[in-house]
């Protein structure tokens, strides 16, 4: 049997899109939230969360807890935070951290370096 191809989500949320490669035949094997709920969400489906800011988790910790090393993912996908905090982006600081959505996944993909890279906006 073909090992499927793992994946690793950032800004899982209520894991819309994780369910969806799942179906597809790809292993989440880990999720990034920071919002209480989406990661309550997560732990009952038996999703492995890493919770919190994505700022302040290391890379090393990513790697620890997924078991994956550089060049191991298939893919890393995210999609924009949608949070009440991004909703609220209505100041130029909530707007320019909304805006590093795209660098902090540019930056997650170069220390682990997937296959591919997917964006959910």
């Given at each position: 049997m073909e090992e499927k191809r793992k994946a690793i989500s950032l800004f899982s949320g209520a894991m819309g899109l994780d369910i969806g490669l799942a179906n597809a035949g790809i292993d989440v094997v880990i999720g990034q939230d920071f919002d209480e709920n989406c990661v309550a969400t997560m732990r009952a489906n038996g999703?492995?969360?890493?919770?919190?800011?994505?700022?302040?988790?290391?890379?090393?910790?990513?790697?620890?807890?997924?078991?994956?090393?550089?060049?191991?993912?298939?893919?890393?996908?995210?999609?924009?935070?949608?949070?009440?905090?991004?909703?609220q982006a209505n100041d130029l600081g909530s707007m320019i951290r909304e805006g590093r959505f795209l660098w902090t996944m540019c930056g997650w993909w170069m220390r682990f370096v997937p296959g591919s890279l997917c964006l959910r906006t």
């Open positions: 999703h492995n969360v890493l919770d919190g800011m994505i700022q302040d988790i290391s890379a090393e910790q990513l790697f620890s807890l997924s078991g994956m090393k550089k060049g191991d993912p298939f893919l890393i996908c995210g999609g924009r935070p949608a949070s009440r905090l991004v909703r």
